[in-house]
T-cell receptor, first 115, second 111 residues
């Protein structure tokens, strides 16, 4: 069964809306989770590393005020796309691992469409 | 800089064998992972190499040469359901879970 749960699967909303995406580790504690964005026919682009109890680490070029990350517990990280616009439409995926030498497990992803 | 290269697309026939290559140049190396991703879905883990050599898992095998910065994923007895993107990812730093993903290879299996 899934070890990482992501919700919601689909979001369609108007431009200017803020959207929150949740990522949960189901049977393990994850001090670190990752948020990726993927455009059609492209690979995964790491947006940020979510750290439990501290600030997220953003990759170069990713606006931290635009993409708010909160990792308040060992099993939950949230990504909020603030004031979303059509160019933010993408497939957002989270991942987590319970041990450093174990593979990352991915959530099912969230398809975000901004009208 | 960090760079991971894969062919963009490959086509093969059902029942055949296909090899998907991955070359990497990263600041460090602490493991290489292969993932399969079907269109519109999240990636699923296929294999992990940290030492040189071949790891076999059923129809899938993965090879690593750290001195050459090179890996390949070998898929045998191809099936139509193997049509997907295959992502190579490197963990450059020990003690961290962070990966760098390659560009991905879209494999099309033809009947």
């Amino acid at each position: 069964g899934a070890v990482v749960s992501q919700h919601p699967s689909w979001v369609i909303c108007k431009s200017g809306t803020s959207v929150k995406i949740e990522c949960r580790s189901l049977d393990f504690q994850a001090t670190t989770m990752f948020w990726y964005r993927q455009f059609p026919k492209q690979s995964l682009m790491l947006m940020a590393t979510s750290n439990e109890g501290s600030k997220a680490t953003y990759e170069q070029g990713v606006e931290k005020d635009k993409f708010l990350i909160n990792h308040a517990s060992l099993t939950l990280s949230t990504l909020t796309v603030t004031s979303a616009h059509p160019e933010d439409s993408s497939f957002y995926i989270c991942s987590a691992s319970n041990r450093v030498n174990q593979p990352q497990h991915f959530g099912d992803g969230t398809r975000l469409s901004i009208l | 800089g960090q760079n991971i290269d894969q062919p963009t697309e490959m086509t093969a026939t059902e029942g055949a064998i296909v090899q998907i290559n991955c070359t990497y140049q990263t600041s460090g190396f602490n493991g290489l992972f292969w993932y399969q991703q079907h269109a519109g879905e999240a990636p699923t883990f296929l294999s992990y190499n940290v030492l040189d050599g071949l790891e076999e898992k059923g129809r899938f095998s993965s090879f690593l040469s750290r001195s050459k910065g090179y890996s390949y994923l070998l898929l045998k007895e191809l099936q139509m359901k193997d049509s997907a993107s295959y992502l190579c990812a490197v963990r450059p730093t020990s003690g961290t879970y962070k990966y760098i993903f390659g560009t991905g290879t879209r494999l099309k299996v033809l009947a």
